[in-house]
C-alpha cells in the first residue's frame, strides 16, 4: 500500500521528512465554499519540491455560497498552483459548515455537495473523487442513488487496528452506493513523526491520478427544469432533473 497525507492551512508540515517516512502522495485543502485555504499554494510547492504527488480538495459544507462560485474558487486555484497530478476530490462529511455555524437537511447538503462536484468537474473537466465515510453516508436517505456513487470513493474509517508499519490491518467498511474504494483515510494519530496529519493509504496511484490526456465526456444529461422542494433560506432555486449515464436515476443538479 502506498502511504499519503491531506493537509489543510492548520497543519504542521515538514515535507522532507515525509518523504523520508514513505509518503509519496498528498492532498491539500483549497477551498471550503468561496474562501481559499490560506496556505495550500505553500503545500503545493512543498509537497512538489519533494517529489512527492499532489491533489487538492474542496470542503463542503459552506451552504450559504453558491456553489457554482464556490466550484470556480477551487478550480482556479487548482490550475493556478498547477494542483493536478491526482484527481480533484470533494470532501463531503457533514451537513454543517466547519465551524458548525450553519446546519442544514441532509438532503439538501447532499443537493449541493453534488452541485459542487459537477460544478468543478465542468470546469476542470475531469472526474473527481468522493471523500465520505458509512458513519455520515449512511444517515442520508437515499445516499445510494446519489451521482457521487460513480465517482471514486475515498473512504474515511478510522475503527481499524495498526500494523507495526502503522498501517491499517484490514480494509474499510463501504458506504452504501459503492462496491470499493481507491483511498483509505485510516488515522491522523502522531506516530513515526507524522504529527496529527490525517494518514491514507492508496494500492494503486494510477487509479487516481488526473489523466490529462483523456477525453472529458459529462456524465449527466439535463431533462427538465424543476423547482428545489426544499427552501430552508426562504427562496427558491431553479435546478435540474437529469438522468445520470451512469446509475440511470434522477439526480438534483445545479
Request: net charge negative; proline share 6%.
Amino acid at each position: 500500500m502506498i502511504l499519503g497525507v491531506d493537509v489543510y492551512a492548520g497543519d504542521r508540515v515538514d515535507y522532507r521528512a515525509l518523504r523520508k517516512l514513505g509518503v509519496r502522495f498528498a492532498y491539500i485543502k483549497v477551498s471550503e465554499g468561496a474562501d481559499v485555504d490560506k496556505r495550500c499554494v505553500e503545500h503545493a510547492k512543498g509537497f512538489r519540491g519533494e517529489g512527492i504527488e499532489i491533489g487538492a480538495y474542496a470542503y463542503e459544507y459552506s451552504p450559504r455560497v453558491d456553489q457554482s462560485e464556490a466550484a470556480k474558487v477551487f478550480a482556479d486555484v487548482v490550475v493556478e498552483a498547477d494542483i493536478r497530478d491526482l484527481r480533484p476530490s470533494v470532501d463531503f462529511e457533514s451537513a454543517c459548515s466547519a465551524s458548525r455555524a450553519i446546519c442544514v437537511p441532509l438532503e439538501l447538503a447532499l443537493v449541493h455537495a453534488e452541485q459542487l462536484a459537477l460544478g468543478i468537474e465542468e470546469l476542470l473537466e475531469v472526474k473527481s473523487i468522493t471523500y465520505t465515510g458509512v458513519g455520515f453516508w449512511n444517515t442520508i436517505p437515499n445516499a445510494e442513488k446519489s451521482i457521487f456513487c460513480a465517482r471514486d470513493l475515498w473512504d474515511a474509517d478510522y475503527r481499524g487496528q495498526l500494523d507495526a508499519q502503522h498501517l491499517p490491518l484490514r480494509a474499510p467498511s463501504i458506504p452504501r452506493g459503492w462496491q470499493g474504494y481507491v483511498i483509505h483515510q485510516f488515522t491522523n494519530g502522531p506516530p513515526h513523526g507524522l504529527e496529527k496529519l490525517d494518514r491514507n493509504v492508496c494500492a494503486d496511484l494510477d487509479a487516481i491520478r488526473w489523466r490529462r490526456t483523456q477525453a472529458w465526456v459529462p456524465p449527466i444529461k439535463a431533462q427538465e427544469i424543476l423547482m428545489s422542494p426544499i427552501d430552508p433560506w426562504a427562496r427558491r432555486e431553479a435546478i435540474v432533473v437529469a438522468k445520470c449515464s451512469h446509475c440511470h436515476h434522477n439526480h438534483w443538479l445545479p
